[in-house]
């Protein structure tokens, strides 16, 4: 039987922290989840997704047109991910169970399965991160080292140049091949699954049915083969290097942390203490950023609290920075994205040669 690593929680620092935050929401008279804003933006961006799909299938336009739309769709899909999906799947999107559901099985729509995305990221990434062999958001082998605790291959020593077709591929690698796997080897990396209910089973596949024929045999049918082929690789490519860059943006940095442990033992840190010292933000004041990426930017307040809906990081933010430094606890922050891109390469080529 698989046996975790362990944490320490409820530290001084810990409690402190969490007394705040609910004295800030106590105060304000705000429910910790979604309001109009998120749910303005939801609209809009699920809106779009479907006005521009019929247009690129239905009313295709002249090639330059089409690639440019197809480019806007999977900036529209990523945008989804971040701000619809990521908040519904952590119960922060609603105060309503039935509306968070609904919000995580977006992710569905768009060709993988919220269930297992669950358990890789709520259950696994957001406790274990940056834990070698058990976050498999570091795991990219044989393509990418990430840590120096990863088998190192001749081919690394060029990873800070060619990730950026590695990190093309992760969306449709995703919804073709790691949701399959981790479906019929009822395991995330080295983590068994949870088993699915009969439920869940016949969402999997009717969702994946659903998708192929939306994104497949509808396209094709109405555009021609290569013309939706090209589309497509366009589109999956864009979402995949989009979803990859942020992601890692926030974990797999010059600054952050990584580490490995064997399963069931006790680390050194304190729950809180491992996830400021392995979670960085970037580019917190840009309303751009804040509006696109549905606060993946303040990762730091993600970690720490999940359960709270991306619209509060900019105001809880300080609240968690005023605590880090009065505990003298590290707080990993990039005011710049491309200073964040510049050290995330700086990562990848000290991971290949050291």
């Not at 269930?115 to 259950?123: C, D, E, I, S, V």
């Not at 998708?211 to 109405?222: K, L």
Request: glycine share 6%; hydrophobic share 45%.
């Amino acid at each position: 039987m698989y046996s975790a690593p362990r944490f320490q929680f409820n530290t001084p620092f810990s409690s402190e922290l969490k007394k705040r935050i609910n004295a800030y929401f106590q105060e304000t008279k705000m429910a910790p989840t979604g309001n109009w804003k998120l749910y303005s933006k939801a609209l809009i961006l699920m809106t779009s997704l479907v006005l521009v799909y019929i247009h690129l299938v239905f009313y295709t336009p002249a090639w330059g047109w089409a690639l440019s739309e197809a480019l806007l769709l999977g900036l529209i899909t990523a945008a989804i991910g971040f701000n619809v999906m990521h908040d519904g799947a952590h119960g922060s999107f609603s105060k309503h169970k039935w509306l968070n559901e609904l919000a995580g099985l977006s992710l569905n729509i768009l060709g993988a399965n919220v269930t297992l995305w669950k358990t890789k990221h709520n259950a696994i990434h957001h406790t274990f991160t940056n834990i070698v062999d058990v976050d498999d958001d570091i795991d990219a082998k044989p393509f990418l080292r990430m840590s120096v605790d990863q088998p190192k291959y001749g081919i690394h020593r060029f990873q800070q140049y060619y990730f950026w077709i590695a990190y093309s591929f992760l969306y449709l690698y995703w919804i073709l091949f790691t949701d399959y796997k981790k479906y019929f080897t009822k395991r995330v990396g080295t983590v068994p699954l949870k088993p699915l209910t009969p439920l869940e089973h016949l969402s999997f596949w009717s969702f994946k049915v659903f998708h192929m024929c939306v994104f497949v045999i509808f396209p094709i049918y109405f555009v021609g083969f290569f013309p939706w082929l090209l589309g497509f690789l366009v589109y999956g490519a864009f979402t995949g290097l989009m979803l990859s860059v942020v992601f890692q943006l926030a974990h797999v940095l010059e600054e952050t942390h990584f580490t490995e442990v064997a399963p069931g033992v006790q680390l050194e840190d304190d729950f809180t203490l491992h996830q400021l010292r392995t979670t960085a933000n970037f580019a917190t004041k840009s309303r751009v950023m804040r509006w696109l990426l549905g606060g993946l930017n303040f990762q730091v307040e993600h970690h720490l609290f999940p359960h709270v809906s991306h619209v509060h990081y900019p105001a809880i933010n300080k609240i968690v920075k005023q605590a880090c430094k009065e505990f003298s606890m590290p707080y990993l922050e990039h005011k710049y994205f491309v200073g964040a891109l510049w050290s995330h390469m700086k990562h990848l080529r000290a991971m290949g040669t050291a």
